[in-house]
């Protein structure tokens, strides 16, 4: 009988708009964003969604035309010469859809090389987010950031640049806490 009592509280939790630890779902400051996700191992992915549970926003997922290797070091490899190189590789959709109904992008996407992934700049070249709030989540493994607040300034220079956030790529399962409080720390959550 415990089950049962416990299944009704928590679906009437649900629908009262309770998360599973208990706090009220958290509330929007504005319209929901639009969240531009490059993702290879799956993690930026992971953090991706957990930002559109929070926020209700919409995914846009960054797709090469020629996929990435499956073996880790052979990306590397291909991603720093790309970046070397200053490539822009193909995307399969480069123009955003209804980038009108937002005010606010989050881009998701690994550190490479200290920097963003190519086809994330091969992305933002390709789209005016002049006046949009612009906010940058990165998942590494040890490198934090790294200088892609830089290139993110470089590549929007008409945007309202947020401070980033950075996950560490293993432990994204575990951060939807450190996601949620930055995105109250930027205004996106109330």
Known sequence: ?????????????????????????????????LIVCFSWSGNTREAANQIRQLTGGDIFEIETVNAYPKEYRATTEQAKRELNDNARPALKVSKLPNLGSYDTVIVAHPNWWG???????????????????????????????????????????????????????????????DIENWLREIGILK
């Open 115 to 177: 920097t963003m992934p190519t086809p994330v700049m091969t992305l933002l070249e390709a789209n005016d987010l002049s006046g949009k709030r612009v906010a940058e989540l990165v998942t590494h493994e040890g490198s934090g950031v790294g200088r892609s607040g830089g290139d993110l300034k470089r590549l929007c220079p008409k945007s309202d640049i947020l401070d980033p956030t950075a996950i560490r790529g293993g432990s994204v399962k575990d951060a939807q806490r």
């Open 1 to 33: 009988l415990g089950d049962v009592y416990k299944r009704q509280a928590l679906t009437m939790a649900a629908l009262f708009g309770f998360v599973a630890y208990g706090e009220a779902a958290p509330a929007l400051a504005g319209r929901k964003p």
